[in-house]
T-cell receptor, first 114, second 115 residues
Framework: DTGVSQDPRHKITKRGQNVTFRCDPI?????LYWYRQTLGQGPEFLTY????????KSRLLSDRFSAERPKGSFSTLEIQRTEQGDSAMYLC????????????FGPGTRLTVL | AQKVTQAQTEISVVEKEDVTLDCVYE???????LFWYKQPPSGELVFLIR??????QNEISGRYSWNFQKSTSSFNFTITASQVVDSAVYFC????????????FGKGITLSVRP
């Protein structure tokens, strides 16, 4: 059983550059979540997809952030014009349909903005 | 609004000691789920348990046990006979029971188990 995978695992970029992260959920999981975790804090919800529909976005998700899940399988999270405050671990999680059984997290993408 | 408070920030114990990690939550929902996740140094969050608000039975899984008390809005986690491999950051989380079911996490407790 393959878990959630994320790519890249680490990304270093300069302020003002655009970055894109990819998440591949567990097969047949129709729910997909993005979270952001900064040092010493718990993960914070960013956005949620059910199949290809983006059903909720947090106020944390400024207009520089956009997420897609075009065919209801993998998802991408893009940050435009990165700022130093965007430095964080970006976590993807997926969950199966039906009764909630808990979200299964990927290893995360650690973003450092210089 | 939902909130999870993990008042303990760091705990250090010697191997084989028992340790309890506290979690207090706030929610206006009448039905909800509570979770514990473990985040080892590798960084990946590992799901440990999910508890439905209707079910206040305590649960034991090997050296792990959970005490859910709705009256005090607490969902505490005990590790019996701790081991070095238990060293990690432990997060308590809360979600509503709707389709979205996003998780609200506490700040986490860093547990260090010394040999």
């Amino acid at each position: 059983d393959t878990g959630v995978s994320q790519d890249p695992r680490h990304k270093i970029t300069k302020r003002g550059q655009n970055v894109t992260f990819r998440c591949d959920p567990i097969s047949e999981h129709n729910r997909l979540y993005w979270y952001r975790q900064t040092l010493g804090q718990g993960p914070e919800f960013l956005t949620y997809f059910q199949n290809e529909a983006q059903l909720e976005k947090s106020r944390l998700l400024s207009d520089r952030f956009s997420a897609e899940r075009p065919k209801g399988s993998f998802s991408t999270l893009e940050i435009q014009r990165t700022e130093q405050g965007d430095s964080a671990m970006y976590l993807c999680a997926s969950a199966p349909p039906g009764r909630l059984r808990g979200q299964f997290f990927g290893p995360g993408t650690r973003l450092t903005v210089l | 609004a939902q909130k999870v408070t993990q008042a303990q920030t760091e705990i250090s114990v010697v191997e084989k000691e028992d340790v309890t990690l506290d979690c207090v939550y706030e929610t206006r929902d009448t039905t909800y789920y509570l979770f514990w996740y473990k985040q080892p140094p590798s960084g990946e969050l590992v799901f440990l348990i999910r508890r439905n608000s209707f079910d206040e039975q305590n649960e034991i899984s090997g050296r792990y046990s959970w005490n859910f008390q709705k009256s005090t809005s607490s969902f505490n986690f005990t590790i019996t006979a701790s081991q070095v491999v238990d060293s990690a950051v432990y997060f308590c989380a809360l979600s509503a029971t709707g389709a979205n079911s996003k998780l609200t996490f506490g700040k986490g407790i860093t547990l260090s188990v010394r040999p």
